[in-house]
């Protein structure tokens, strides 16, 4: 008789990937100080699909660039992958932090797969045969053909634009992904393969992402948690079910209205967001 006694260890949380403490984001402008963020917390932690909602003016994107060290907090904390976000800014982050902006921002001057090899260019430490090597497989990550590395941005769709934009913030295989309005300006169908492509890339990188959108659509589609930020800081935080329980007005008007209630018709059928 085997007196062993098998044990079932709960299994670690996983660890933070950004964590904001207390910030205030404070911009002057004509001899008056806004203040965007007070006191905001927020923890986001590894492998994780985070979604980052709230009215115009709240500051949505103002958190992104605070990640990414763009912006420097006025008060308060932010650490990204276990150093000062300023510090990443500082050093350059495409290495740790990978971003899609809102309408792409590719260098119109630069071919496709020039883009997507920025940054590994930059480095200037790697043979340009592997640079090119490198690009072409993140290229063809996202769902374009080699034919398109040699096309100009101008001859390029607006879904096309998204994905050269995607390979391009994933070329120096950062753990953080963060997204400004993914889906923006694109018909129904590609921001449907968008999303399905994001989902894709999400579960098959481990990747911890960050996104901003106002696309209930892509929100439910896509978030593991939802942060709401309105009153200057973060109301809810939770899955999509749990933040739309949340008694707040915003949350009500935006969740819970006719187009709020069609795109959450499938969530509540999904058991991993309940």
């Given at each position: 008789m085997n007196d062993s006694t098998a044990v079932n260890?709960?299994?670690?949380?996983?660890?933070?990937?950004?964590?904001?403490?207390?910030?205030?984001?404070?911009?002057?402008?004509?001899?008056?100080?806004?203040?965007?963020?007070?006191?905001?917390?927020?923890r986001i932690v590894d492998g994780?699909?985070?979604s980052i909602v709230g009215g115009s003016g709240s500051?949505?994107?103002v958190l992104l660039r605070q990640m990414l060290g763009l912006e420097k907090p006025a008060r308060g904390r932010v650490t990204v992958l276990g150093k000062p976000a300023a510090q990443l800014g500082a050093e350059g982050a495409a290495s740790r932090v990978g971003m899609l902006f809102q309408h792409g921002a590719l260098y119109s001057a630069f071919t496709?797969?020039?883009?997507?090899?920025?940054?590994?260019r930059e480095l200037g430490t790697l043979p340009s045969k592997l640079v090119r090597e490198v690009a072409m497989v993140k290229l063809q990550m996202v769902g374009l053909e080699p034919a398109q590395a040699h096309k100009m941005p101008s001859d390029l769709s607006g879904g096309m634009v998204k994905r050269v934009a995607l390979a391009r913030a994933l070329v120096m295989d950062p753990p953080?992904?963060?997204?400004d309005e993914p889906t923006a300006g694109l018909d129904p169908?590609?921001?449907?393969?968008?999303?399905?492509?994001?989902?894709?890339?999400?579960?098959?990188?481990?990747?911890?992402?960050?996104?901003?959108?106002?696309?209930?659509?892509?929100l439910f589609e896509l978030s593991t948690r939802i942060a709401v930020v309105a009153e200057k800081r973060i109301i809810a935080c939770g899955t999509p079910l749990q933040v739309m329980a949340h008694d707040h007005p915003f949350i009500?008007?935006?969740?819970?209205?006719?187009?709020?209630q069609r795109a959450a018709a499938v969530l509540r059928?999904?058991?991993?967001?309940?």
């Open positions: 260890t709960p299994a670690a949380p996983a660890p933070d990937v950004v964590e904001i403490d207390k910030l205030w984001s404070v911009f002057h402008s004509a001899g008056r100080d806004a203040v965007v963020h007070q006191d905001l917390d927020l994780e699909f985070m500051g949505k994107t496709v797969l020039e883009n997507i090899a920025f940054a590994l953080l992904l963060l997204l169908d590609s921001a449907d393969g968008f999303v399905a492509l994001l989902r894709s890339l999400h579960q098959e990188l481990g990747l911890t992402v960050v996104m901003v959108t106002h696309d209930l659509d892509t009500h008007d935006f969740f819970l209205g006719a187009r709020g059928q999904a058991p991993h967001n309940e």
